[in-house]
């Protein structure tokens, strides 16, 4: 019975903090109207101390409070700047809370830039390493946000190349990325040599796709044509590459 009477008064103890937590987050002043993100949301850690080991249900009030005010400012016309740091400081207090990061990749243009969503995103790969769903979201917000790290994006999809529980277009992702981080020439061998590659067969328009993208050109048709020359071997590599070279619009691959 005192047993029963000490976990008693704990949780109370634990429910109370979390309260004034909530309390504390929920009469915030609204975030369009603060310019500091610290000024709204609090450090991960204190909230950790204030809510005694209940860290799951504090970040699960964390995030509903975020996500509330997110959907109030749907209807004023503002914007919510901050959602992405709300969802660090949920998922720095439960790291297995998913949700916060697959809403904030889900919401977050590629190109934003802003990137307070990248500590967040590197958290949630490192936690679930398997889903491939949330890793090609988070790649492409990589690839395409501040700084364009087509490296790391193609390190994040690298482990799926043979999961076949992704599709098969999802599985030649980090091929993309690859191509893209590598100088204009090297890309190009690489490329010419998957032609030639009896796998890469039946992915013929998508090498000519990821042509164009790293020649930055639209003329798909002719590339596919020349890959499907050298795969076929009416040409020899070394044309196919100086034709492909000249159908460059850029100096330099960006």
Known sequence: MLRFKKH???FAVAMASLCFTYLGF???PNLPEIKEANA???RAEAVKWMSLGYNSAAASLFWISGIIAYSETMFDGKTFKWLSQVADASTRLDSLFKTPYTFVVAITANNE?????YALLRRGIKTFPDDWRLAVSSAFRFANGPGKDYAYAAKIMKPFENDTAAPEHIRRTARTFELKSMPLDVAIAQI???CSNPDYKAFQRGL???TARVLNSK???EIESI???VSKQKINPQTAFAKLIEMNVTPSNP
Do not use: R
């Open 8 to 10: 008693a008064v704990l």
């Open 26 to 28: 929920a009469k915030s």
């Open 40 to 42: 709204f949301v609090p």
């Open 113 to 117: 830039p802003d990137t307070t969503d």
């Open 192 to 194: 010419l040599d998957d």
């Open 208 to 210: 000519a796709v990821k």
């Open 219 to 221: 003329e798909i048709d």
């Open 227 to 229: 890959l499907k020359d």
